[in-house]
């Protein structure tokens, strides 16, 4: 969870774009997680929209994250094709997880006895 200082000498839209830049390199924020709105987040932090809005343009010039125009912000995926792809199949599987109110835990288990089982995993050993 992203908390603006308001005592501290960085600028809260630096604050905010830090956290969100962190949360993204965390996992916290996957690719693919939609944002709140401008509004919404300022709202939930106690700041101006427009502080949200700069660190959101900053953010999005960077790549880090995209405006999908009435749909919304969300954390853009990785340039290369494969991570990408990588990235959506593992968004699809987190929306699922939800869906069927299995735990995180279990469902990793799952993944990694899956990816250990793969030919690629048995040719390696």
């Known amino acids: ?3 603006i200082d308001p005592g ?3 600028p809260p839209f ?3 774009r830090a956290g969100l830049v962190d949360a993204v390199a965390s996992g916290e924020l996957a690719a693919g997680a939609r944002l709140p709105t ?3 987040l300022a709202e939930d932090l106690g700041i101006a929209p427009g502080t949200v809005a700069r660190a959101y343009r900053e953010l999005e010039a960077s790549g880090i994250i995209e405006t999908r125009g009435r749909n ?4 853009a995926f990785d340039a290369d094709p494969a991570r990408q792809q990588l990235q959506r199949a593992a968004a699809a599987f987190a ?3 939800r869906e069927l109110h299995l735990d995180t835990d279990e469902a990793l288990a799952i993944v990694a006895a ?3 089982s793969s030919p690629a995993a048995a040719a390696g050993s």
């Open 1 to 3: 969870m992203i908390v």
């Open 72 to 75: 919304g912000t969300f954390v």
């Open 114 to 116: 899956a990816l250990r």
């Open 95 to 97: 929306a699922q997880v």
């Open 8 to 10: 501290s000498p960085v």
């Open 14 to 16: 630096e604050q905010l």
């Open 38 to 40: 401008v509004r919404r």
